[in-house]
């Protein structure tokens, strides 16, 4: 075991709010809401103004946020701090195959193209991708995009 993983472990005789709110898991904004609140103690201060937690407002307030129920004995409900959501990777629009797109343009009448203008088009009208868009949409957005530019 590392040492600093031991003082982790060991209760601190003082805590500063920074910590305290990640020990609660919270933003230090919901943190001084609910001491507000009465739900969590107020932090008290050094001579210099510091806020700090001594241990046994740090357990009461851990308890608080374990239990539901704040140290003024009010029933609360947390929200849990949800993580930052992973964005689907996007395939670029360029390396994907347009073979099926292309058919379906020279089945409405646009003739001449080649799958570089398709992808082209594709790129302009769906910088991001089209994998959340349905066949239809991308058909005819590039269709309309390919009119409008004269090409085909």
């Known amino acids: ?11 601190k005789a003082a805590i500063t709010v920074s910590r305290q709110c990640s020990l609660l898991k919270m933003s230090r904004s919901q943190f001084y809401w609910h001491v507000k ?20 407002q ?12 704040g140290v003024n004995g009010e029933y ?10 992973t964005k689907p990777k996007v395939t670029p629009a360029s390396k994907a195959d347009h073979t099926g ?14 799958t570089k203008q398709v992808g082209e088009a594709v790129d302009a ?11 239809n949409d991308v058909l005819r957005t590039v269709f309309r995009h390919l009119k409008r530019s004269g090409i085909g």
């Open 37 to 56: 609140r009465g739900t969590f103690h107020a932090p008290l201060r050094l001579p210099n103004g510091r806020p700090y937690f001594n241990a046994s």
């Open 76 to 85: 609360v409900l947390f929200y849990e701090r949800s993580e930052t959501p």
């Open 58 to 69: 740090v357990e009461d307030n851990l308890k608080a946020r374990e239990l539901g129920i």
């Open 125 to 135: 009208c769906y910088p991001k991708g089209t994998n959340s868009e349905g066949e």
């Open 101 to 114: 797109l292309l058919e379906s343009l020279h089945a409405l009448g646009l003739s001449g193209l080649t």
């Open 1 to 11: 075991m590392t040492v600093n993983t031991m003082n982790e472990n060991k209760a």
